[in-house]
Nanobody, 123 residues
Framework: VQLQASGGGLVQAGGSLRLSCAASGRTFSSYAMGWFRQAPGKERELVAAISWNGGTIYYADSVKGRFTISRDNAKNTVYLQMNSLKPEDTAVYYC?????????????????WGQGTQVTVSS
């Protein structure tokens, strides 16, 4: 499985960005997917995750009400819509494939990772 993340960039506070993660392979629809982020000097944290069919969704408290995760299994793609962005959202964002079909919140449960895309929010 290969994951290719895109859509990052520089945006002003209050703005929006949409991240995309395109996956190769025919088993994409069988697994949960997650978006993580890592800011300089901080640990990688789970931002949002979605189960194989979109029936279960997890959001970190820091992004609830502002971010929306979704997936299109026909296109082997998972998205992260980010609205009302804040400077503290600045980080490298990674998409990752879960080992299971249901949502996991632990980093170790994710076995394939994209290359990361930089999101910078200016104040």
């Amino acid at each position: 499985v290969q994951l290719q993340a895109s859509g990052g960039g520089l945006v002003q506070a209050g703005g929006s960005l949409r991240l995309s993660c395109a996956a190769s392979g025919r088993t994409f629809s069988s697994y949960a997917m997650g978006w993580f982020r890592q800011a300089p000097g901080k640990e990688r944290e789970l931002v949002a995750a979605i189960s194989w069919n979109g029936g279960t969704i997890y959001y970190a408290d820091s992004v609830k009400g502002r971010f929306t995760i979704s997936r299109d299994n026909a296109k082997n793609t998972v998205y992260l819509q980010m609205n009302s962005l804040k400077p503290e959202d600045t980080a490298v964002y990674y998409c990752a494939k879960d080992r299971d079909y249901e949502v996991s919140t632990r980093v170790l449960e994710y076995d394939y990772w994209g290359q990361g895309t930089q999101v910078t929010v200016s104040s």
